[in-house]
């Protein structure tokens, strides 16, 4: 009896230990072959995780893309984390989280150095980068838009967001808006039937989430004033990623007016090598987020990847960890549903603004930009041409427009 209560401990922590390491593995193979953004990355892991090993039933799929939606953040990296969860517990998330980021941060990081040794970025190809994010953000403006805008209220939520967002340039003009936009899908679409499904089962305690959560918003009040105003250091960029990363709804390129508001101004990034860091995300597979990790390269190195990347990422796991005990009673709220609804049509405004400025009024300086902007956006929209040709073909015609 005795020997065989010493040996359950030992399988126990041998089943962990295996249970981690497939996690690993299947999450590293999807990092070095999901291209083509967030809902790509949904359908790479319904196929690899859900109907190939089973891990999850198909009603918890759709319970934790509901969830990862819900919350700002990278919505994809937040599904793999809490499939590594319910696989592995918390180190099967951040397992999943490292195998599936690590590869574009590795490449983005290796461009970043690219980029200042070799004094590149008045390449041609490099133009050509900044005009293949325009074309990528308009063929997102035009998804989004579809399924997040399709009656007058919503698209009026919209219209009112990227007015704001263009006119309203403040730290927290962000967050205002889409507080704002929240409250008017509240009032608008409160009575919108909440969706149903099974109720998704997850092995975190309430304890462990509310201390996520207490986390969470302890890091976003307290890092500004901890920061040193007016100085680069590592707190300073870890509270600007932080910040960036806890207050993004739409995750992917919705990110995008966030971080420019917080390493342009500063210094850190220059507006160009911004752009063509941005063009050169869409060529890596993996979450779009990981363009912190270029640009903490870019503002410092090796130790400002780290800083960067750790700083984007952290809120996505305290908002999962935390939220995943609670969200099977919230999500059936109508008054959410009604809330979140205004905020996806928030999105599609923020977006719209960020297409013009920064994107369309650095990249788009001549009429052959925009015609190639044109073409690139036929590419990705009509022909479904992968994400990675179309960044090629960019690059390619950067380096015809430059000899023209």
Same mark, same amino acid.
């Given at each position: ?298 503002? #410092?190195?090796? @130790? %400002?990847?780290?800083? /960067?990347?750790? &700083? =984007?990422? !952290?809120? +996505? ?20 549903? #009604?809330?979140? @609804? %205004?905020?996806?049509? /928030?999105?599609? &405004? =923020?977006? !719209?603004? +960020? ?50």
């Amino acid at each position: 009896m005795e020997t065989n209560r010493q040996e359950a401990p030992k399988g126990a922590g041998q089943g962990r230990a295996s249970a981690l390491l497939e996690v690993l593995k299947v999450s590293t193979r999807l990092g070095f072959t999901s291209f083509g953004g967030p809902i790509a990355h949904l359908g790479y892991f319904h196929h690899e995780y859900i109907r190939r090993r089973k891990w999850m039933d198909e009603h918890s799929y759709a319970d934790l893309v509901a969830l990862c939606q819900f919350l700002p953040g990278p919505a994809s990296s937040q599904v793999g984390i809490g499939i590594g969860v319910v696989r592995a517990g918390l180190l099967g998330g951040l397992v999943a989280w490292l195998g599936f980021t690590l590869p574009s941060v590795i490449a983005l990081v290796a461009f970043a150095f690219l980029l200042q040794g070799y004094d590149i970025a008045g390449a041609g190809w490099i133009h050509g980068l900044k005009i293949v994010a325009v074309a990528i953000v308009a063929q997102a403006i035009l998804g989004m838009g579809q399924k997040l805008t399709p009656d007058r209220g919503r698209v009026t939520i919209a219209a009112a967001a990227a007015a704001a967002s263009l006119s309203w340039h403040t730290a927290y003009s962000q967050v205002l808006i889409i507080a704002a936009a929240g409250a008017a899908g509240l009032w608008l679409y409160r009575k919108n039937a909440a969706p149903g499904g099974a109720d998704l089962q997850i092995g975190i305690s309430r304890t462990v989430a509310v201390c996520c959560l207490a986390l969470f918003v302890g890091l976003l009040v307290a890092l500004p004033f901890l920061r040193t105003p007016g100085k680069m250091d590592w707190l300073a960029m870890f509270d600007s990623f932080y910040r960036s990363g806890s207050l993004v709804f739409g995750g992917g390129h919705v990110v995008l007016p966030l971080l420019e508001r917080e390493v342009v101004p500063a210094g850190w990034v220059s507006p160009e090598d911004f752009l063509a860091g941005y063009g050169a995300a869409q060529a890596v597979p993996g979450p779009l987020f990981t363009f912190a990790a270029y640009l903490g390269a870019m503002a #410092g190195g090796i @130790t %400002g990847a780290a800083v /960067a990347t750790l &700083g =984007i990422f !952290l809120p +996505a796991f305290l908002l999962v960890i935390g939220a995943l005990p609670f969200w099977n009673g919230i999500r059936k709220s109508p008054n959410i549903q #009604g809330a979140l @609804t %205004g905020i996806n049509a /928030a999105v599609v &405004g =923020i977006l !719209l603004a +960020a297409l013009y400025d920064p994107l369309w009024t650095t990249a788009i300086l001549e009429p052959m930009d925009f015609a190639l902007a044109v073409i690139l956006f036929i590419m990705l929209v009509f022909w479904k041409l992968p994400p990675w040709t179309v960044v090629l073909t960019g690059a390619a015609g950067g380096i015809l427009l430059g000899l023209m």
